[in-house]
């Protein structure tokens, strides 16, 4: 457990720095890209039924209007509303597409660790195997 975890501190951290590094156009007062690597959590289990590492952004830690920003982020652009009326109906608003000034951020910044986090579980199968067997004997 402590070595995947070893393994996967770096990519959290350059996950963590990729997002605060993304440049801010007009108001930067929210937070959002501090929100965001802070939402940015790595979990590992070892149970019996279901052991794994994942790395993700904890949408539930961000507030409610903050949550799809990590997947738009990712995904490049999203269409949102300029000036928009909340008493006329959404079809009538002007939508204009914003794009992601980073573009994908979150894929090609796992891609270069996938080999050392994967090598990192192997040796912990291994291990464990080793571990039954010699207790089999």
């Not at 002007?94 to 891609?111: D, K, L, M, Y």
Request: aromatic share 6%.
């Amino acid at each position: 457990n402590r070595d995947i975890r070893k393994a996967t501190d770096t990519a959290l951290r350059d996950l963590r720095s990729t997002i605060r590094s993304m440049p801010v156009k007009g108001d930067s007062r929210d937070r959002v890209r501090d929100r965001i690597a802070a939402a940015t959590v790595l979990q590992v289990r070892t149970g019996a039924n279901e052991s794994g590492v994942r790395i993700f952004v904890n949408r539930r830690k961000l507030p409610p209007e903050k949550r799809p920003l990590p997947f738009l982020l990712e995904q490049g652009k999203w269409r949102r509303p300029v000036y928009a009326n909340p008493r006329r109906p959404r079809s009538d608003w002007r939508w204009v597409e914003q794009r992601s000034p980073i573009g994908p951020w979150f894929a090609p910044t796992i891609r270069p660790h996938e080999t050392k986090i994967g090598g990192a579980v192997q040796d912990v199968l291994h291990s464990t195997e080793r571990k039954i067997r010699e207790a089999l004997r």
